[in-house]
């Protein structure tokens, strides 16, 4: 590489650097709000601080009709800061939500470097990353109530590398993790499912997710016993529904279109059409979700579609979960390259190349810009972001089929570690001609098929 793409390349990525402190910085500002400081913004955080208060004390955090609804260790590691005033331990907090938001998207960039060919490409997809997450409404909802949304994107991209980079152990970790953050990420392990992936990899990855939990359970009877146990599920359970607020979900916007819930103008009130636009929607990223593991393929985009399928199903799927998306749109947009190569120009390649740019732009069209919230907004208006997520799912699913696929027969990219050595092992003590049957002849034969 010449020496002034090198300079070139360290100049890039100190603009892109500086880009996105600029933006932080802003977004910062809007969400901690000019002095003094009023309790009218950062709500969701101010329900965690509470239940770290409430830990620091020794009492229980999951009070009868709170609002603190998640495993204890967050409220633990608040507890630590219950002696620090409000607003020093939010500032802290927003700030953390930043460098989350820097390590997410640097994360990913760093995962795709493989395909990004020039030298500009890996800090010009920083940059895009940085404004196209910092320039959108969900994310300045979140900084307004300072959710932890923002933490939970950095543990969706990690454990999507996890499972690309064949460490499921770390995957099952990670999604643990997530589970603490909010309780349905721990609906990303069934990524593991698809197909290429071996069975030694699938059991790691559930039992490292299983041992995660239960520690996470374990935690809940600090400090207050089996109160907080209890209290935690019986919280959960109440929590499962919030009429006052729109959910983003396959049940929420069958809800707010077909029923009067003073949320939005219907479209029309009638039960039974909302029922039967609940169900279509069901099997509908069901169907999504099938296909997408029907077949071999990139390791990364399952565990996001698998991010898909979870928001679309959690009843009080909120506006802020649109953050989540970002990943896919990232990931995309590091392929254009393959879009541009006219080879692939024709059939299914053509239309699975214009659903994902169609997708993608639609999406980012409509998300980065505030919309009608209210009684009297019409409820198709209200949900055009569960449209956009919808549509980018199902384009998600279909070109990461047809452009990203792979062959049924498992190649050393799609099965683990562990599984390859065990396979290769196993056929090495069976009878027949050495050449046929040595590990180094079949991992030979692996990928001249795979090529």
Known sequence: MPRWTTVAGAALWVAAAAVTAVLALSRYRGAIGPAPFTNATATDFGTFFAAGQAAARGVNFYPAGGGYVFFAPLALV?????????VTVLKGWTVAEMVAFAAAAGSLVHALRSRLAAWWEPPALFAFCAVTGLHLWALVIELFVNEDDIFVLLVLVL?????RDDHPVGFGVLVGVGMFLKVWPALLIIAVIQKGIGARARIAAFVSLGVVGIVGLATNLIPAGIHEFTGFFTLLLQKKSQPRLISYSVGGIPRILFSKTGLGRPVLVSGDVRYLATGALVLWVLALLIFCFSRPGDRMLAVFNVM????????VSHLQYSILVLPVVWFWVAQYRM??????WHGQGLAARIAVAVAVLAWYAVQQRAWPNAPATSSLVEGLTFYVNLALFTASVYGGRVLLGRDEQASPETTSATDRVSEMNTTAAAPGPPVLTSP????????????
């Open 440 to 451: 180094t002849s079949r991992l030979h034969s692996s990928l001249r098929s795979e090529a």
């Open 78 to 86: 608040l507890s630590l800061f219950s002696h620090v005033d409000r």
């Open 308 to 315: 898909f399928f979870a928001i679309f199903i959690d009843p």
């Open 339 to 344: 879009f541009l190569d006219r080879r692939g």
């Open 159 to 163: 454990a999507a590398i996890a499972l």
